[in-house]
T-cell receptor
């Protein structure tokens, strides 16, 4: 029973490129959360999705960032035209019914 | 905006002692959860307490919830070196999204 799978584990991009972060939730989970974490800080909420729906994207910058959770396939967090300030760890979590979250190992994004 | 705030930000104790961390939050909640994070890893769920519960136990963990004060505490008894980690509270506000605090960094000294 695989847990939440995130890939890639590490992603290096140059300024202006696009970053695509993938998250496969646990089997049977229909809720996905994305969080961003800077070193020595807490997790900052970005977006909450259910299958084919964005429930709450209040934590996500309105420009350059987008997220989706299609009917088939993983959830994708997409960052266009990355800047150095986007460098962070991005964590995905899934849940069955909005309660206990299961986290992936995160994607460490480094923007050169 | 940050919903939960843990206190203290950092805590160092001797192995075998008890560790207490506190969490305060701002709005009404459905439940409150505590998570643990080892350096560079994803968070691991420890315990969930619902708004109509006052205390919950799981092994060496004891969680209390005071909804009148909008606060919770996590007690780890008989601490071990392996308990060294960051601990976060997370609240499920009535708008469904789950918000985390900034965490308490716990260091257990040998």
């Amino acid at each position: 029973n695989a847990g939440v799978m995130q890939n890639p584990r590490h992603l290096v991009r140059r300024r202006g490129q696009e970053a695509r972060l993938r998250c496969s939730p646990m089997k049977g989970h229909s809720h996905v959360y994305w969080y961003r974490q800077l070193p020595e800080e807490g997790l900052k909420f970005m977006v909450y999705l259910q299958k084919e729906n964005i429930i709450d994207e209040s934590g996500m910058p309105k420009e350059r960032f987008s997220a989706e959770f299609p009917k088939e396939g993983p959830s994708i967090l997409r960052i266009q035209q990355v800047v150095r300030g986007d460098s962070a760890a991005y964590f995905c979590a899934s849940s069955a019914m909005d309660e206990k979250l299961f986290f992936g190992s995160g994607t460490q994004l480094s923007v050169l | 905006s940050q919903q939960g705030e843990e206190d203290p930000q950092a805590l160092s104790i001797q192995e075998g002692e008890n560790a207490t961390m506190n969490c305060s939050y701002k709005t009404s909640i459905n439940n409150l959860q505590w998570y643990r994070q080892n350096s560079g890893r994803g968070l691991v769920h420890l315990i969930l307490i619902r708004s109509n519960e006052r205390e919950k136990h799981s092994g060496r963990l004891r969680v209390t919830l005071d909804t009148s004060k909008k606060s919770s505490s996590l007690l780890i008894t008989a601490s071990r070196a392996a308990d060294t980690a960051s601990y976060f509270c997370a609240t499920d506000a009535r708008d469904d999204k789950i918000i985390f605090g900034k965490g308490t960094r716990l260091h257990i000294l040998p």
